[in-house]
């Protein structure tokens, strides 16, 4: 397979617009249609992590402030 950009342009990029572009792609792969069965092991996971969620919904952590504060860490 034959990517339109290489590893060392995406390298190149300042971690703001990596990310960026790792949501576009992710959120591409989310929509598409057919999307491949997920593992026993992943189904139990997944049901253990919303049986957490469920119980204790405000101990999670808001995406915006995880993304923030893994910026931060990059830029030091």
Do not use: C, F, N, Y
């Not at 590893?7 to 598409?32: C, G, H, N, P």
């Not at 593992?39 to 995406?63: C, K, V, Y």
Request: aromatic letters at 2%; hydrophobic letters at 40%; zero cysteines.
């Amino acid at each position: 397979m034959e990517l339109p950009i290489t590893i060392d342009q995406i390298k190149s990029l300042s971690v703001d617009d990596r990310l960026q572009m790792m949501e576009v792609i992710w959120e591409s792969i989310a929509t598409e249609p057919g999307q491949p069965a997920i593992t026993e092991a992943q189904r139990r996971e997944l049901e253990r992590r919303l049986a957490d969620h469920a119980a204790s919904p405000d101990a999670g952590i808001p995406w915006e402030d995880v993304k923030a504060r893994a910026q931060a860490r990059s830029r030091r």
